[in-house]
């Protein structure tokens, strides 16, 4: 079964902020994951964070880590229609397991 | 350019007649693993692979087979399709080393439909 869960569907209006959450069981995993996935597309690595930081800011992406609830959570400010897609956060350990994927829809 | 290229991109294919699909890396990873993806349920992983000549099962591995004989190549075999494997298929490598912050490559994705 999964290790790491998100849930499936997020809509917002363009210019709104999105805020994707994720959790995950295994408090060992050494690097968190953010990936995107467009219509067609395969993923692309949108960002990333070591376990022992509390946050990373990237642009218009800030990754949040709250490692002692496992939470790990994407926030895209000025949310725009490009950035409709799927998300899908990771967990490295020996391999990468992946969440079910979040489709964010952004409304014009 | 450092690429994972998967072929084909889609295939229709009947149930029982046994296909492969290949997926190539230039960036001389020594990690490559294969994934499904359905709706609602994420990649699973199906294999995955060390290096070469070491290959190990993941999540959902039956009717799969795989093998690493290069290490830039690493098909994925279906012996006899079914149904229940139409899926969306993603290639990807990486480094080996869990202490590294190793971004894993995806391909552009394989989808496959058996009828």
């Known amino acids: 079964g999964e290790d790491v869960e998100q849930s499936l569907f997020l809509s917002v209006r363009e210019g709104d902020s999105s805020v994707i959450n994720c959790t995950y069981t295994d408090s060992s995993s050494t690097y968190l994951y953010w990936y995107k996935q467009e219509p067609g597309a395969g993923l692309q690595l949108l960002t990333y964070?070591?376990?022992?930081?509390d946050m990373k800011q990237d642009q218009r992406l800030t990754v949040l880590l709250n490692k002692k609830d496992k939470h790990l959570s994407l926030r895209i400010a000025d949310t725009q229609t490009g950035d409709s897609a799927i998300y899908f956060c990771a967990e490295r350990k020996s391999d990468m397991r992946f969440g079910a994927g979040t489709r964010l829809t952004v409304k014009p | 350019e450092a690429q994972v290229t998967q072929n084909p991109r889609y295939l229709i294919t009947v149930t029982g007649k046994k296909l492969t699909v290949t997926c190539s890396q230039n960036?001389?990873?020594?990690?490559m693993s294969w994934y499904r993806q359905d709706p609602g349920l994420g990649l699973r992983q199906i294999y995955y692979s060390m290096n070469v000549e070491v290959t190990d099962k993941g999540d959902v591995p039956e009717g799969y087979k795989v093998s690493r004989k290069e290490k830039r190549n690493f098909p994925l075999i279906l012996e006899s399709p079914s149904p229940n494997q139409t899926s969306l298929y993603f290639c990807?490598?990486?480094?080996?080393?869990?202490?590294?912050?190793?971004?894993?490559?995806f391909g552009q994705g394989t989808r496959l439909t058996v009828v």
């Open positions: 990807a490598s990486s480094p080996a080393g869990t202490e590294l912050n190793t971004e894993a490559f």
């Open positions: 964070i070591f376990s022992n930081m």
């Open positions: 960036m001389n990873h020594e990690y």
